[in-house]
């Protein structure tokens, strides 16, 4: 697939890998469609995408509303006459251990920290990559879906919701790339290590020092390490229903 004048929704472009990979594609010639909840953030996102090299247009929409999901597809689609890829990359995180012990006193993760992590990180997933995949049926365009995993959904301490988000976003990956192959998508996912990001900034320093001095290559990844990948996974054609994994050589 080309990525000059292919159509790519990025959802959470406004900071991060999101933004990231944008500029990246942006800079192949792609037209981004951008998806986050800020808007300052998103007009400063699609600036930096226009000074790259690519057509960018921004689109608040929280990736968990089911109505937002879909009136923003169609927006994108009305705006850009159609779409070819799809990045999912909006998440978050609310680590916390399952049970914490404190002067003989259990504490339980709350329903809603786990609930949070889940509607954003998985049913986000799974939305957006609805709607769009239907879009495409719809107009009959052809492309790429992206899903962005992590090295956590092997099985992270401390995050059991973002862990089970994770897991469950590269077993869809694999379910979609069956499904959709007939209709000419093919669906693949990036599963990052420990990237420098705003997201990885807001961990405690020690808890990054620990965890920058396992990774066999002895630093974090680069924002732009995975914007690379994932412009070789829309220009290489046979790749789908995999996950690549792009962590330094760490394992947890
Ligand atoms: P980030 O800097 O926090 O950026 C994520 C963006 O998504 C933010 O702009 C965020 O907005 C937005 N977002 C959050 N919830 C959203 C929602 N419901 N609807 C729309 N947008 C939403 O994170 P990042 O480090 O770039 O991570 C991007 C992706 O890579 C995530 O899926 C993350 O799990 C994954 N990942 C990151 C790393 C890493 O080391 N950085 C490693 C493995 C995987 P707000 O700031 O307003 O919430």
């Not at 504490?107 to 709607?131: A, Y």
């Not at 974090?220 to 050589?249: Q, T």
Request: with cysteine; glycine share 12%.
């Amino acid at each position: 697939m080309q990525l000059k004048d292919s159509v790519i929704i990025v959802t959470g472009g406004g900071q991060g890998l999101g933004r990231a990979m944008a500029e990246y594609l942006a800079g192949r010639g792609a037209r981004l469609a951008l998806v986050d909840l800020d808007q300052q953030r998103l007009d400063e996102a699609v600036a930096a995408c226009k000074s790259a090299g690519g057509d960018a247009r921004s689109y608040i929409c929280n990736v968990a509303n089911e109505d937002q999901v879909s009136n923003m597809v169609s927006q994108v689609a009305g705006d850009f006459g159609t779409i070819n890829g799809l990045i999912n990359n909006a998440g978050i995180l609310r680590d916390g251990l399952l049970l914490k012990v404190r002067d003989g006193e259990i504490q339980k993760m709350p329903l809603n920290q786990w609930q949070s992590v889940i509607d954003v990180n998985l049913t986000g997933v799974f939305l957006c990559t609805r709607e769009v995949a239907a879009k495409m049926v719809e107009l009959q365009s052809k492309g790429l879906i992206i899903n962005i995993s992590s090295i956590s959904r092997a099985g992270n301490m401390g995050q059991s919701n973002y862990s089970a988000a994770k897991a469950g976003v590269a077993a869809m990956t694999v379910v979609w790339a069956k499904e959709l192959a007939r209709y000419g998508i093919r669906v693949a996912g990036i599963a990052p290590g420990f990237i420098e990001t705003e997201m990885t900034a807001s961990m405690k320093p020690e808890a990054l020092e620990k965890m920058t001095a396992g990774i066999p290559l002895r630093r974090m990844g680069k924002p732009e390490e995975i914007a690379h990948s994932a412009a070789y996974l829309f220009e290489n054609d046979y790749y789908s229903g995999r996950i690549l994994e792009l962590d330094g050589g760490l394992r947890l």
